[in-house]
């Protein structure tokens, strides 16, 4: 989709809070954060994911949108983490690794250190 003034494709949609736990919006820590492309968000694989996620180390809490109707993306997953490395031992974990495999949807990720 084009965007007037904008040199690249904006992702029109409205999203609703599906899922919250923790405290996403705390201050330091990383944020890690996953637009979810396919047709619907609400899924027990995603619940697997965040039920791994949730019970490492490091995790400080998510907030999960799902779209309320088309959109490129089905969902935004913000992420909380304590720091770039906890995140990265739970990308170790072959539980990770599955549940992610499993997903029935195509995921774009990237991690933010906070200010």
Not at 59 to 87: I, K, N, Q
């Amino acid at each position: 989709m084009e965007s007037p003034g904008l040199p690249f494709p904006a992702h029109r949609a409205a999203y609703e809070v599906a899922h919250e736990d923790g405290d996403p919006e705390g201050a330091g820590g990383v944020l890690l954060i996953t637009f979810f492309a396919g047709p619907a968000l609400e899924s027990d694989e995603w619940a697997r994911l965040h039920a791994v996620f949730a019970a490492r180390q490091g995790y400080l809490g998510t907030r999960l949108h799902a779209a309320l109707g088309p959109a490129d993306f089905c969902g935004v997953e913000v992420v909380r983490w304590s720091s770039p490395l906890m995140y990265a031992r739970a990308l170790q974990l072959p539980e990770t690794a599955d549940a992610i495999a499993a997903l029935p949807f195509a995921g774009r990720a990237a991690l933010y250190l906070r200010l």
